[in-house]
């Protein structure tokens, strides 16, 4: 689960003048010009719960303070066609009916709206009824993605532009062939294309950003949305999602205000803009919690479409597909992208299984659900694993899957999706030594990896294509076969039912050794020791033996 936002960190109040940055004092003399509400991150948890506000409570927040303050903007930060069974079950048709019955403005497209493929997220975004944003290197041969829009509400019109982490390049299926830019060259594209939106006529310029204030790739070293703020003019004002920070934020003088909101709807971002005497804005940036948001009136026409949306997978969530004997839950993203995972291990024993292969590399961030003993449905399955996955089979060369481990091994401790859960192979390595040299020990099936030896084994078609930084794996996986029945998910159903070999506890898979080696003689442990009893109750024996004589 991404780190949640602290209660400092979301009720985060940016507080500056644009150009000269001083303090922000509201006075009788400043007028509030434009609101803005924003989401991000919401992944398909659009119905009301314990931590989610619910998007027909949302969408009423909204609408009512359109009636009552005309210049109220809506905005989605992105991530938002991808992630529950909700949305999943029909490939983001949810998504898009509710978000269009929510009345957004316009939206940025996040790197897991990308996870069906690229065309499926062009097919989504000519359904909307609001402008879909990118990058414009990235939306100029992909219509209907735009790179800007001109949207007027009671008077004001503000010029918004979208960027997409350049992450989504590895980190989505739909993403490998865009071309999402870098950071420094988007933040000289922010400065040009608030230049051009403000001599269309935008009062307020806004960027609509999926960057994250953190860098989480930073094995990458892509950057995150303060080198934009710090670095680009004539915004006013930046709303972004793609969040993984902890903590408070703390602006540098001159920076560009940023507005962020928690993930999954467990709060709705907002901005006041106002003029200053000087002609100037001051913004003001909030959020509206869950329990700030209980008294609040449920828009009927979300309502509506919600609960349609609702009816259809509920009805088919409830589909048993197999039976599981274990209960396993650590698919937390601090566990499993750190060390070896149980539920991942499965999974990878699935891909083994259905690819008869020798073994099968199953990235961390493609597992994101616990399982739990007796029934399970295809709601439980799509929550394990929410993305479209093929599994893939090809030759590799000893040499190509020590490049592949010794490359998960640098990802330790970056918090990368990337990290590599395994099957039929278990590697060793010392987070302490350089990345790119942590790599210690390879074995296969008990055996020594041999460098020049050829390996059958299985992955998804997103790591065969480079995702998550594995360039390693296009060149031996160009041209190979698909197998099993569909994506992971029906391979994962499949197998657990018909496996009597359910996993409990993990398998020794992946052994983390800080500035240690390898123990040679740790597997002969037990051997050891029985072999030590013996020889003592042998000698005890003879020397009682030997008493009696």
Not at 73 to 79: A, I, L, P, V, Y
Not at 357 to 372: E, L, Q, T, W
Not at 398 to 421: K, P, T
Request: with cysteine.
């Amino acid at each position: 689960m991404k780190k949640k936002i602290t209660a400092v960190f979301s009720m985060l109040m940016i507080l500056s003048v644009i150009g000269v940055c001083k303090p922000l004092t509201i006075t009788a003399e400043e007028t509030l010009v434009a609101v803005f509400y924003h989401t991000g991150e919401t992944e398909g948890f659009l119905n009301s719960s314990d931590t989610a506000i619910g998007a027909d409570i949302i969408a009423g927040i909204v609408k009512g303070k359109r009636a009552e303050f005309p210049a109220t903007f809506f905005f989605d930060t992105g991530d938002a066609f991808q992630g529950s069974f909700l949305v999943n079950m029909d490939s983001g048709e949810n998504a898009v009916s509710v978000m269009n019955a929510m009345d957004y403005d316009a939206m940025t497209i996040g790197n897991h709206d990308l996870d069906y493929g690229l065309e499926r997220t062009l097919e989504l975004a000519e359904q909307t009824r609001f402008p879909v944003l990118v990058q414009e290197s990235a939306a100029i041969n992909n219509p209907p993605l735009v790179s800007s829009a001109l949207i007027e509400r009671g008077g004001v019109t503000v010029g918004v532009f979208g960027i997409t982490t350049p992450a989504s390049k590895h980190k989505s299926s739909g993403g490998f062939d865009l071309d999402f830019g870098t950071i420094p060259e988007l933040a000289v594209y922010a400065t040009k294309t608030a230049e051009t939106l403000r001599s269309q006529g935008a009062d307020i310029v806004v960027l609509l950003s999926h960057i994250g204030t953190v860098d989480n790739s930073t094995v990458r070293n892509i950057g995150n949305i303060y080198d934009i703020a710090e670095n680009a003019e004539g915004i006013d004002l930046i709303i972004d999602g793609d969040i993984y920070a902890e903590g408070s934020v703390t602006l540098t003088p001159g920076m560009i205000p940023i507005s962020i909101a928690g993930e999954q709807g467990e709060d709705i971002g907002m901005v006041q803009v106002y003029k200053n005497e000087n002609g100037g804005f001051n913004i003001k940036s909030s959020v509206i919690t869950k329990s700030a948001s209980v008294s609040a009136t449920p828009d009927p026409e979300t309502a509506k479409v919600l609960a349609a949306c609702n009816e259809n997978a509920e009805r088919l969530s409830k589909n048993v597909v197999a039976i599981s004997a274990v209960t396993l839950t650590d698919f937390e993203r601090e566990v499993i992208r750190s060390q070896e995972s149980v539920i991942a291990d499965m999974v990878a024993d699935s891909m083994r299984w259905a690819g008869d292969s020798d073994i099968a590399f199953c990235n961390a961030g493609n597992v994101r659900g616990p399982i739990f003993e007796g029934k399970v449905t295809l709601g439980v399955i799509s929550n394990i694993l929410p993305y479209s996955n093929i599994i893939y089979v090809a030759d590799l060369k000893g040499s190509v899957i020590r490049e592949v481990l010794n490359y998960s091994a640098s990802l330790y401790g970056h918090d990368d999706g990337g990290f590599m859960q395994v099957s039929g192979v278990s590697y060793a390595f010392d987070p302490e030594k350089p990345e790119g040299e942590r790599l210690i020990e390879v074995l296969v099936n008990g055996d020594p990896l041999e460098d020049e030896a050829y390996y059958k084994v299985a992955t998804f078609d997103f790591l065969a294509k480079g995702g998550d930084g594995y360039d390693m794996l296009i060149e031996p996986f160009t041209g190979a076969r698909a197998v099993g029945d569909g994506d992971i998910a029906a391979v994962f159903a499949k197998y657990l039912n018909q496996t009597e070999n359910a996993l409990t506890t993990t398998q020794n898979r992946i052994r983390i050794i800080p500035g240690g080696e390898v123990d040679k003689y740790a597997g002969m442990l037990p051997i050891l020791i029985i072999s030590g009893v013996s020889i003592l109750a042998i000698i005890i024996l003879y020397l009682t033996l030997g008493k009696k004589s």
